[in-house]
């Protein structure tokens, strides 16, 4: 009995190695699978994508300053906070401003009513020269009238007069009855020449009164042309008063300053009291959500670029949010020779390096209003497509 229980030990200890053996080679192969399909992966991922780990967020970088120079009254921003368009900013000391503006209102009312009043005696003066036309008109024609009667009583009277003159040498006219006709002739002729002087001084008056040379209590007004002139004078200076009035409003209103859109303080470079010059930065500010990535290519691997690629987005900051987008720009010059103190290379020596070029893309899926400029970026770009069509 003991021995055939040695006998099966003996058979299931050789059975443990072989089946061990099995597993350790069906975990090798699939090690093995595994390293090839990643080493395949890797190598197909490296022929159709440009990897960037140079990349970082941008924004429009909106720096608000003060367009005129005075002393800071309210200042109150940090960073972080929020702006809409139009809100204040910050407000500039105003006082004096406000009473010079207070001081041109007034006078502009001033020199509307004077305007005004100027207007009315403009109208009353054309009235009153309008009534002196139709008046010494009127006196015209009654004298032209009695002109005309007075003629006809001269001639009658001397026709009168040449008939007793003619009788009167038969003897049929008295010398008495002659006398009176004549001395009847005389006075009409007198009420004829008196008619006739009144007519020449009543047309002198009426080519007078249609240029406004009246005097009396028919025109106690100047002459509408000089009263329109004097209007026009008074038109101009109210033009310019409103003029420096606008001019003096506009100063009231950039001593606050206001946000020039939408956005979020990123930085504040002055504190309340302080006196600022004009052009002065207040703070920096930018649009949440108005962003994209700048990203630094090799030159090497540019010519694989093409506008409208996708691209595969990997925020540090936020590992587990994936963003998309496209290639939008590609830059046509490297980054140094942009920098600010390049290198002349006086030695002679030469060591070659591989220069990036900077690349802009735009982001088409994502959270963008979690995004703060500055946040690195790595960028996987698809180069399998054609660009545009992609």
Do not use: C
């Not at 004097?230 to 200076?237: K, P, Y």
């Not at 206001?258 to 207040?282: C, H, I, N």
Request: glycine content about 8%; cysteine-free.
């Amino acid at each position: 009995m003991a021995d055939t229980q040695n006998v099966d030990n003996t058979q299931d200890n050789g059975k443990a190695p072989r089946k061990a053996g099995r597993l350790r080679l069906a975990a090798g192969l699939v090690v093995l699978v595994a390293l090839v399909g990643w080493i395949g992966h890797w190598f197909w991922f490296q022929s159709t994508h440009v990897t960037g780990d140079d990349a970082q967020i941008v924004t429009n970088e909106i720096t608000v300053s003060s367009r005129l120079s005075g002393r800071l009254s309210e200042f109150s921003l940090i960073q972080g906070d929020t702006l809409k368009k139009d809100s204040v900013v910050a407000s500039l000391y105003s006082r004096p401003d406000e009473l010079q503006l207070a001081s041109l209102q007034a006078k502009v009312e001033g020199m509307k009513a004077e305007l005004a009043y100027q207007k009315q005696r403009l109208a009353l003066s054309s009235d009153q020269l309008q009534g002196g036309i139709r008046e010494t008109r009127d006196e015209l024609d009654a004298d032209q009238a009695t002109l005309e009667a007075a003629q006809a009583v001269m001639d009658s009277a001397e026709k009168t007069y040449h008939r007793s003159k003619n009788l009167s040498t038969s003897g049929a006219v008295s010398q008495q009855k002659l006398d009176e006709d004549f001395y009847t002739y005389l006075t009409a002729k007198a009420d004829y020449e008196r008619a006739r002087r009144q007519v020449t001084v009543d047309r002198t008056a009426l080519d007078n009164s249609r240029i406004g040379l009246m005097s009396g209590p028919t025109m106690s007004l100047p002459n509408p042309e000089l009263l329109k002139a004097q209007l026009q004078v008074t038109q101009q200076s109210l033009a310019q008063a409103e003029a420096d009035l606008r001019h003096q409003q506009v100063q009231v209103d950039d001593l606050t300053i206001r946000s020039p859109r939408d956005g979020v303080v990123d930085k504040t470079f002055v504190d309340p009291g302080e006196y600022l010059s004009a052009g002065q930065p207040v703070l920096m500010m930018h649009t949440p959500g108005d962003v994209w990535v700048e990203a630094k290519i090799k030159e090497t691997k540019i010519g694989d670029l093409k506008a409208g690629q996708p691209v595969a987005l990997h925020v540090d900051a936020m590992p587990d949010q994936t963003f998309r987008g496209h290639v939008q720009v590609i830059g046509n010059a490297a980054t140094n020779q942009f920098a600010l103190l390049p290198n002349p290379n006086p030695s002679g020596n030469f060591t070659k390096i591989t220069q990036r070029i900077p690349v802009r893309i735009a982001i088409d899926d994502g959270p963008k209003e979690r995004l703060s400029p500055g946040m690195m970026v790595v960028v996987d770009i698809d180069i399998s497509g054609d660009g545009q069509g992609s």
